[in-house]
């Protein structure tokens, strides 16, 4: 196999994003001829290995049931109880009096913590059990994009110098970026954080920290599944995670913004526990005696980076971080990955049985490029207000449910494919254009009106909107009640962001009133813009109570409560 001149489909890196796609595109087309060029050899390290292990219903979805791995993951990795969100209160010495926003038990939609070494050496086993021609220890020296005779891949293997031919060239190979630095097709994103992070010998259990506070203890259906989520710690400028794994390792990073928190400060372990002990000091006081128990550190500054183009008419491909890559926050990673492995299983499939992939190709292109933005936007110039629990409340209230509103619920549903995907798009789009403006507003209005949250916060009550969205997930739609859902998502969205946007415009000098019709696709925090945004005119205009009650109820998407109400 190792001197075979040509294949149908070269993926460059064997990593989660390679190994899933190669799997994709055998269990789609047994036949087709995969190669997949891995730079590592032998099994992997567990727990020790990458980040990118939380997922979210739609990269769990793909992993699980696209993908076929669902009793490896049930078997070998922790279920997850969700994201969860701890706002800062005082100096951070007792967890319990923080704004704490995450679900009372595990989710409906069943998603994971994965230990990716474990993962990816399963994938390993998949993948070559299904007949793709795995090759570890490849150097790609470089590749030359030939769509008329096949593209080439330069590579050396156990000290030979080798090349292949492939009618289709797919770029797996992460932050390599082998294609887009070959193109010259990155973009630079305003998005700059850095992060650093490690994992943990004998996890860490936070709900430990509240351990004698039994009225905190009882907000949860059951003590103890805290520490299956992905816990977040936050703070003005910075998050912190803490990710337990199935090898009995918890992954813990930190991410920051350094216009509020200089690279210097976390550019090592001696300064993250400095930096920690400043910040969280639970977490450092949890950390305490157990240096010997850290299992790698590794840091990285500005992490996001953006890029032209994912799918090209001359048949190459980016996929997982070849790509794009945004912010581990809402742990998104492994959803580009579903996204962008089955478009382009779905363009190799059509392209080797003969069809024309012109439409679907630049279709699934646009689709990604828009599905990103709208993932950037939602942690773009946002962490100066993560420590403003006025603003952060209803912004991870609103993010939560727009991520289920469209591309998610599509994904879980089945539907992520080109018809489907064509038939509700303008809906989408009306979701992306929608965020655009409420993150906007976010923005400004952390800059109007800030809070503080001594504690001890009372429990949060999640708005109808928020809950039904997730429950959505699981409920088994035809096509045409798909479609409606999905319409009427769009509905609540628009009546989200007329309140959000009411209670925001409090801080103005003047604001409109109550009753006072506006366009939710022209909000915004500027009245001198107003009149020219369409802010009174339009197809859909709302009053706050119209809002209200279409959204069945707009309280819970806000703060006021856990801070008036708060001890």
Request: with cysteine.
């Amino acid at each position: 196999m190792l001197d075979r001149p040509s294949c149908d489909v070269v993926v460059l890196g064997g990593g989660l994003a390679g190994l899933t796609l190669a799997i994709q595109l055998k269990n789609a087309r047994p036949q087709t001829d995969v190669v997949v060029l891995d730079k590592r050899r032998g099994l992997a390290p567990e727990a020790a290995f990458k980040v990118g292990e939380s997922t979210v219903p739609t990269g769990a979805h793909y992993f699980a049931e696209i993908v076929g791995m669902k009793e490896h993951l049930d078997k070998f990795h922790l279920q997850k109880n969700g994201l969860r969100f701890f706002q800062p209160a005082g100096d951070n010495s007792d967890l319990t009096r923080r704004i704490e926003l995450g679900s009372l038990d595990f989710p409906v939609h069943v998603n994971y913590q994965i230990d990716r070494g474990r993962f990816e050496n399963e994938l390993t086993r998949t993948a070559i059990d299904l007949g793709v021609d795995l090759r570890q220890g490849c150097d790609v020296s470089g590749v030359t994009l030939r769509p008329e005779t096949g593209h080439e891949v330069s590579f050396a293997q156990d000290g030979a110098e080798r090349t292949l031919r492939s009618r289709w060239l797919v770029d797996a190979a992460g932050r390599a970026g082998v294609i887009k630095r070959h193109l010259g097709i990155g973009r630079e994103v305003a998005h700059t954080i850095d992060a650093s992070w490690f994992r943990l010998a004998g996890g860490i259990d936070l709900e430990q920290w509240g351990a004698d506070n039994p009225e905190w203890l009882s907000r949860m259906r059951r003590t103890g599944i805290r520490q299956f989520s992905t816990n977040h710690l936050m703070g003005d400028g910075y998050w912190v995670w803490l990710i337990p794994l199935g090898s009995d390792h918890v992954s813990v990073g930190i991410c920051t913004d350094p216009r509020l928190h200089p690279y210097e400060e976390i550019s090592d372990f001696d300064r993250v526990l400095d930096w920690l002990h400043r910040h969280e000091p639970q977490l450092a006081r949890a950390m305490a005696g157990r240096t010997g128990d850290v299992a790698d550190f590794l840091t990285v500054r500005d992490f996001a980076f953006g890029v032209q183009r994912v799918y090209s008419p001359d048949r190459w491909a980016l996929v997982g971080e070849a790509g794009a890559f945004a912010d581990a926050f809402y742990s998104p990673g492994s959803d580009m990955i579903a996204y962008g492995n089955t478009a382009t299983t779905d363009l190799v499939v059509r392209d080797l049985d003969g069809q024309d992939v012109t439409e679907p190709l630049e279709f699934y292109n646009d689709f990604h490029l828009k599905t990103f933005a709208f993932v950037l936007s939602k942690v773009e110039d946002h962490y100066p207000s993560f420590g403003n629990p006025v603003v952060m409340v209803p912004k991870l209230s609103w993010d939560r449910a727009l991520n289920h509103f469209g591309v998610v619920l599509l994904f879980v549903q089945n539907r992520f494919e080109y018809a489907f995907l064509r038939s509700v798009r303008a809906d989408i789009d009306k979701l992306y254009l929608l965020n655009e403006r409420v993150q906007q507003l976010f923005r400004d209005w952390n800059r109007l009106e800030r809070g503080a949250a001594p504690g001890p916060a009372p429990a949060h009550a999640v708005a109808k909107a928020v809950r039904d969205s997730a429950t959505e997930l699981v409920v088994e739609h035809s096509d045409e009640e798909l479609r409606a859902a999905v319409a009427r998502n769009v509905e609540v969205a628009e009546a989200m962001a007329v309140g959000l946007f009411h209670r925001a415009a409090r801080n103005l000098a003047e604001h409109p009133a109550p009753d006072v019709p506006v366009n939710p696709y022209a909000i915004g925090l500027n009245p001198g813009d107003w009149r020219a945004d369409g802010l009174f005119d339009g197809e859909v205009l709302l009053t706050l109570a119209q809002a209200d009650e279409i959204a069945e109820g707009l309280r819970g998407l806000f703060a006021d409560p856990l801070l008036t109400d708060a001890a």
